[in-house]
């Protein structure tokens, strides 16, 4: 549960008075999605979408965290950070997709939509690329056909590659993923989530 005092008689007593982030973060990612949304142009890496997609992602996170110190004993709450013990999940997903089930499960023993949860992880995948970029996973790939053997006027075998013909197919750059409608969908995965929260919270005080 949320501490809201810790004494003792050997050390000093300490009162907390908390302050949650989540609405601050929410109203940053929305202010910068609004920009990002009129000003985006295709194919160009702007700050706008950045920034709401990175504001987006810490607002659910913010938001698991401080759900869970609400609904967890404190000794059990670095089992759920790091989903040890009581907390492991299997499966693909996130460790926020994750812990956002866990959250759900453990307020409303409801199974949070799959849709909701595949948002939350776009979002994570967006967010995770721009903080630990990198520059081969997010390059432009030409895609061509196999490698072949040919062989040489010596006689001999030789593996080539064809760089003069047409690719196959090209795979756009991560960079033109950071779009305008990237940054809506982020932040309406955040928004999601929270009224999600709030559509139970409203069903149990009403049931």
């Known amino acids: 549960m949320v501490t809201i005092f810790e004494g003792s008689v ?9 302050h949650s982030l989540v609405m601050f973060y929410l109203d940053q990612a929305q202010s910068y999605a609004d920009v990002a949304l009129k000003a985006h142009s295709d194919g160009t890496l702007q700050s706008d979408s950045i920034v709401a997609i990175i504001f987006s992602a810490m607002c659910v ?3 698991v965290n401080e759900t869970a110190e ?5 000794e059990d709450l670095d089992d ?3 989903l040890r013990g009581q907390f492991k999940k299997r499966g693909k997903s996130s460790s926020l997709v994750k812990k956002l089930a866990l959250i759900f499960w453990q307020a409303f023993q409801i199974d949070a939509p799959r849709s909701l949860l595949d948002s939350v992880e776009e979002l994570v995948k967006l967010r995770n690329n721009l903080v630990h970029y990198k520059l081969t996973d ?4 030409f895609v061509y056909p196999p490698l072949v053997q040919r062989e040489s006027s010596g006689g001999e075998m030789m593996t080539v590659v064809e760089f003069v013909q047409e690719p196959k ?13 990237a940054a809506k969908r982020s932040l309406d995965a955040a928004i999601s989530v929270l009224d999600f929260w709030n559509e139970n919270i409203n069903d149990r005080e009403e049931g």
């Open 70 to 74: 609400g609904l967890f004993r404190k």
């Open 169 to 181: 197919a090209v795979i756009a750059p991560f960079v033109q993923a950071v779009t305008g409608s």
């Open 61 to 63: 996170e913010a938001f």
């Open 10 to 18: 050997n050390n000093n007593c300490v009162r907390y008075e908390h």
């Open 80 to 82: 759920f950070s790091f």
């Open 138 to 141: 997010t390059a432009t790939k």
